[in-house]
Every structure is written in C-alpha cells, then in structure tokens.
C-alpha cells in the first residue's frame, strides 16, 4: 500500500515555473515508477511525464518537453516535477502515481498505475 501526496501548486504568470514534488505518506516508492499526469477542466486525464523505476529512463509528452523535467531521489522519498516556461494551457490538476511496471508502453498510460495521488492544481495565467 503506497499512498501519494502531492504539493507544489498553485498561480503563476505564463513563462513562471513551478516544481511539484510527490511523497509517500504510507509505503516507500522504491520498486516503482513514478508518473505525473494532469487533468484540465472537461477533459481526460493525461500523461505528462514518468521516471523507470530500475534505469530512471525518463519519458515526456511531447507538449512538455524541454520544459518539464522529472526526477525522483536517491532515499526513493520524493519525485518531483520541475515546469519551465509554464503556458496557459498547462493549467491542470496534476496527479502522481505509482507503477509496479517498467516497460515503457505499459507506463505511459493510466492503466498502467496502481496508486494515485489526490492531486495539486496548478494554474497559469496569461
């Protein structure tokens, strides 16, 4: 049982940035991947971003590469996610999860996640 909380969010200016992170209130994330997605006002959730738990091989969305970064510690406490140059659009909730799967097709999609944060909202304006 891992269960996830999410911090981080909140108002900044389109070309702010923001850095989320994601803990373990009750469980370790060590053995997991970690993924953020997002989930913007009458829309489906997303993927944005996901960290391999064994290589740490990082995949992205293509509408936030280059400008988010995720990374998770050495204690295996914490993930974060580091939003550059943050756009309008990428007003969301933003949710962590958990993976007990490496394989890159497998955790790019919110079927592949067993444990969810609640989420932080994160909203960007113009």
């Known amino acids: 049982q891992v269960v996830l909380e999410e911090a981080g969010g909140g108002l900044v200016q389109a070309g702010g940035s923001l850095r989320l992170s994601c803990t373990a209130s009750?469980?370790?994330?060590?053995?997991?991947?970690m993924g953020w997605f997002r989930q913007a006002p009458g829309k489906e959730r997303e993927f944005v971003a996901t960290?391999?738990?064994?290589?740490?091989?990082?995949y992205y969305a293509e509408s936030v590469k280059g400008r988010f970064a995720i990374s998770r510690d050495n204690a295996e406490t914490t993930v974060y996610l580091q939003m550059n140059n943050l756009k309008v659009e990428d007003t969301a909730v933003y949710h962590c999860?958990?993976?007990?799967?490496?394989?890159?097709?497998?955790?790019?999609?919110?079927?592949?996640?067993?444990?969810w944060g609640r989420g932080t909202w994160v909203t960007v304006s113009s």
């Open positions: 999860a958990a993976s007990v799967w490496g394989e890159r097709d497998i955790i790019l999609s919110n079927s592949g996640y067993t444990y």
């Open positions: 009750e469980g370790t994330l060590s053995g997991y991947s």
């Open positions: 960290i391999n738990w064994s290589d740490r091989e990082e």
